[in-house]
């Protein structure tokens, strides 16, 4: 089981990889932390983090989450509420995208 100091550093771990991958400095903007399985997270561009500038804004940045046993990264999507994304989760349904996933230990990303 990792810590919630284990679970920050693979989310801003991947929060710089997304950021490296789009040519944009992200960082955690916000920590919605608390299910037992995991803690939640959310990213921002760095820019609109300090500037407000809504035109800085990413787009499609869902929320996601680290999860506490393994360090596996569970990516939501933006089409839901973020309950409904945790709640398919909770009881098996969710169903990721290709890139559902990202395993930190392997650097990459998969569906299962």
Known sequence: MLTN????????????????????????????????????????????????DSGKALAGNGFFMVEKENGRVVIFGTALHLEDYLKAYENGTFEPSLKGYWYPDEDRFDYK
């Open 5 to 52: 100091q284990e679970m920050l550093q693979i989310a801003e771990r991947f929060v710089g990889k997304i950021g490296k991958e789009s040519d944009i400095e992200t960082v955690l903007s916000e920590e919605l932390g608390g299910k037992t399985y995991g803690n939640v997270y959310h990213f921002e561009s760095k820019e609109y983090i300090l500037t407000g």
